[in-house]
């Protein structure tokens, strides 16, 4: 079991940032890529980007390419989530989750993902 615990959300102004942490514990090293969904209005569950968590090679989706950075602290065993020049699109309950393996584009899915935190609300306000 892996348990993930996200922190860091509230509510920034468009054009803010905004920094989400992942803490994972249990048998980390089963997972193998690490990724951020969000929940918003017109989505559920949407894919935000995700790290491969050997190989430190981190995958966004369109809208939020160029604007959010997904990185890793080892030490902490915390995968991070740097959200420059947010929109109000981007409003939403933010989520983490671990999968044991996923390839390429699989891991956009959110059926890769074996576990999952509890969320984290962000809201931008316009």
């Known amino acids: 079991q892996v348990q993930l615990v996200e922190s860091g959300g509230g ?68 995968v991070l989530l740097q959200m420059n020049g947010v929109l109000p699109e981007d409003t939403g309950v933010y989520y983490c989750a671990a999968a044991h393996s996923c390839l390429g584009d699989g891991c956009y899915d959110k059926q890769a993902y074996n576990y999952w935190g509890q969320g984290t609300q962000v809201t931008v306000s316009s």
């Open 11 to 78: 509510l920034v102004q468009a054009g803010g940032s905004l920094r989400l942490s992942c803490a994972a514990s249990g048998r980390t090293f089963s997972a193998s890529t690490m990724g951020w969904f969000r929940h918003t209005p017109r989505q559920e569950r949407e894919f935000v980007g995700s790290i491969d968590w050997t190989a430190d090679r981190a995958y966004y989706s369109d809208s939020v390419k160029g604007r959010f950075t997904i990185s890793r602290d080892d030490p902490k065993n915390t």
